[in-house]
T-cell receptor, first 115, second 115 residues
């Protein structure tokens, strides 16, 4: 399967703990996006990378959140001192920048439950 | 900024009946428009998109959507639904000039097709 993969698929943690999620984009894609989807809502944009550069961050991305894409391939999203409000599905998407708009392909998501 | 309103949170319909899922958007700039589908326990998949040209766009599985600039709408229609169309449908918008083309999603419409 050459689609976007995310790991883990599910994560249960206690409030106050740190968690890290990983996203592996489609191999030739140079853009990578993170979204968050809470119950009953549509996905909300968090941040995106072009290669290794983080070019945009949403106001939803508080100081407790940090994302990296060190070599322009896979990306990690870390949440420090988790809160119950962080419980959500975290989605990763990738696309290939070639001029105008390019389709974003989504991974299956990581479901985070904070107890 | 752009925003999307999906007017119906749930749409129950009988198999082989027509369906329309409504989507209205708000934006101060020109936009691209999308419909994504999320089948149970699966990731988001692009169903169809409007980038430019003909305002009527079609998917391979019989859905169509029409971009109406004056009404700022992008409603999704299918003349005859199948049980397998049961899923969550998300309308999304991105600004044409947005360097990253981050997607702004509506809250989703749950389509439930019954025999």
């Amino acid at each position: 399967d050459t689609g976007v993969s995310q790991d883990p698929r599910h994560k249960i943690t206690k409030r106050g703990q740190n968690v890290t999620f990983r996203c592996d984009p489609i191999s030739e894609h140079n853009r990578l996006y993170w979204y968050r989807q809470t119950l009953g809502q549509g996905p909300e944009f968090l941040t995106y990378f072009q290669n290794e550069a983080q070019l945009e961050k949403s106001r939803l991305l508080s100081d407790r959140f940090s994302a990296e894409r060190p070599k322009g391939s896979f990306s990690t999203l870390e949440i420090q001192r988790t809160e119950q409000g962080d419980s959500a599905m975290y989605l990763c998407a990738s696309s290939l920048r070639q001029g105008g708009y390019n389709e974003q392909f989504f991974g299956p998501g990581t479901r985070l439950t904070v107890l | 900024a752009q925003s999307v309103t999906q007017l119906d949170s749930q749409v129950p319909v009988f198999e082989e009946a027509p369906v329309e899922l409504r989507c209205n958007y708000s934006s101060s700039v020109s936009v691209y428009l999308f419909w994504y589908v999320q089948y149970p326990n699966q990731g988001l998949q692009l169903l169809l998109k409007y980038l430019s040209g003909s305002t009527l766009v079609e998917s391979i599985n019989g859905f169509e959507a029409e971009f109406n600039k004056s009404q700022t709408s992008f409603h999704l229609r299918k003349p005859s639904v199948h049980i397998s169309d049961t899923a969550e449908y998300f309308c999304a918008v991105s600004a044409r000039r947005d360097s990253g083309y981050a997607l702004n999603f509506g809250k989703g419409t749950s389509l439930l097709v019954t025999p």
